[in-house]
């Protein structure tokens, strides 16, 4: 099939659900946020690949915060679409629910961002199509994913340039009030 120019956003806006079962529980009973996350990757690929039209690969992942737990038989859902696309690369924005089926509560647990790049039957980067922004919702996402990845890209080469600064020796004194021993000479 071949690939148009542009695609809309609802033509990939996919939802994966799946039931919390007990085998995904950690020692404390909650779900483990590697599922969660695994889950994440798998509906970002989905809906990227869907986008592309080509095979995808994750590159980061921006705004993983699990504030609140999931629980043993909550049903979880990951909505996800593709909120800005690059020339080869696109960010899948994921917000993830979580309801209970006895109560109807539902809990929104967490929002992340994907960043995907498409691959090429040469496994190089190969352009994606351009996204139509179907309703005012679709371009607020695209300028706040243009905003994400400007401070994702301004704090990168801050830190590595801060890190290279770091000298050991001379910021020892930064550790007085933290909650480490050295226990080397
Ligand atoms: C990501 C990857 C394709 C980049 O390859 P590359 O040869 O450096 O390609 P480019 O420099 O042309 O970058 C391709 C796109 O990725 C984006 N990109 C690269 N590094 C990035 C980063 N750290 N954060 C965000 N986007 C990034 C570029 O901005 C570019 O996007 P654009 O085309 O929309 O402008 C390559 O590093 C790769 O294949 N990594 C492994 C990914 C993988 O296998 N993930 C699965 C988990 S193991």
């Known amino acids: ?12 806006r996919t939802t994966l659900t799946e039931l919390m079962i007990p085998s995904y529980a ?3 009973g909650k779900i483990h946020g ?11 690929y989905a809906c990227s690949a869907k986008h592309a039209g080509n095979y995808c690969v994750t590159v980061t ?4 915060h699990f504030l609140q737990p999931v629980e043993v038989g909550e049903l979880v859902s990951l ?10 690369s696109l960010m899948v924005g994921i917000k993830v629910i979580a309801e209970n089926v006895k109560t109807g509560i539902v809990k929104h647990t967490n929002t992340s961002y994907f960043t995907m790049v498409a691959k090429g039957e040469d496994d190089k980067p190969t352009q994606v199509p351009g996204l139509i922004l179907e309703a005012p919702n679709d371009t607020r996402r695209f300028l706040e994913a243009l905003k994400r ?17 770091i000298t050991v020796e001379a910021e020892l004194y930064r550790l007085e ?9």
Not at 1 to 12: E, N, W
Not at 155 to 163: G, T
Not at 177 to 185: D, S, V
């Open 26 to 28: 950690n020692f404390g």
């Open 1 to 12: 099939m071949a690939i148009p120019a542009f695609r809309p956003v609802s033509y990939s």
């Open 149 to 165: 990845r400007e401070l994702a890209q301004r704090y990168q080469s801050e830190f590595a340039e801060a890190k290279h600064e």
């Open 34 to 44: 590697g599922i969660l996350l695994s889950l994440m990757d798998k509906v970002a």
């Open 61 to 64: 992942v921006d705004g993983v």
């Open 177 to 185: 009030n933290e909650r480490c021993q050295l226990a080397y000479t």
């Open 79 to 88: 909505l996800a679409s593709v909120n800005y696309v690059g020339n080869t």
